[in-house]
């Protein structure tokens, strides 16, 4: 088979806005998004209960915002406060979660939650949501307070 340059030319670019428009499809319907808790329980042995869904969903209406800046969009998460793989009797406990979000230059989610390792918790998380209100990703990073709080990280 003998396929002209300007054909072949026409099949890349074809195939490239292809993946474009698919990146962009799984970005505004939030397919990137990963449950780094229930991989890290995993890990442990544990999976999540098949009521998560719901409780997860019935915790977004009741705090559909992040709980350190109040970001409302499609890149809000439900953290559990007390880990779900150290404390798996209190996955589905409302007063065990707060939403945080992951939104880019935020990452409260990854900050505060997880003091910037997916591994590590943050028991604290409800009052660094406070003290570190409104503030970016960069900020909470320079803040002398939370880097004492990650080099202390479990």
């Not at 340059?5 to 939030?30: D, E, N, T």
């Not at 209406?61 to 404390?87: D, M, N, S, T, W």
């Not at 910037?116 to 960069?138: C, L, M, P, Q």
Request: proline share 5%; aromatic share 6%.
């Amino acid at each position: 088979m003998n396929i002209s340059l300007p054909m072949l030319l026409l099949i890349v670019i074809a195939v490239f806005i292809a993946g474009l428009i698919i990146a962009l499809l799984m970005r505004r319907s939030g397919g990137s998004s990963v449950d780094h808790g229930a991989h890290v329980a995993r890990k442990h042995g544990l999976e999540r209960s098949p009521e998560w869904p719901r409780v997860e969903h019935e915790h977004r209406k009741r705090e559909p915002a992040c709980a350190a800046c109040g970001y409302k969009g499609k890149h809000i998460q439900v953290h559990h406060v007390k880990p779900f793989h150290l404390h798996p009797h209190l996955e589905l406990d409302p007063n065990n979660l707060i939403t945080l979000c992951c939104a880019r230059g935020r990452d409260h989610h990854l900050l505060l939650g997880h003091l910037d390792s997916w591994h590590s918790y943050n028991e604290h998380v409800r009052a660094d949501a406070k003290h570190f209100h409104h503030k970016s990703a960069a900020q909470i990073r320079a803040d002398i307070h939370w880097q004492k709080k990650m080099a202390l990280r479990p």
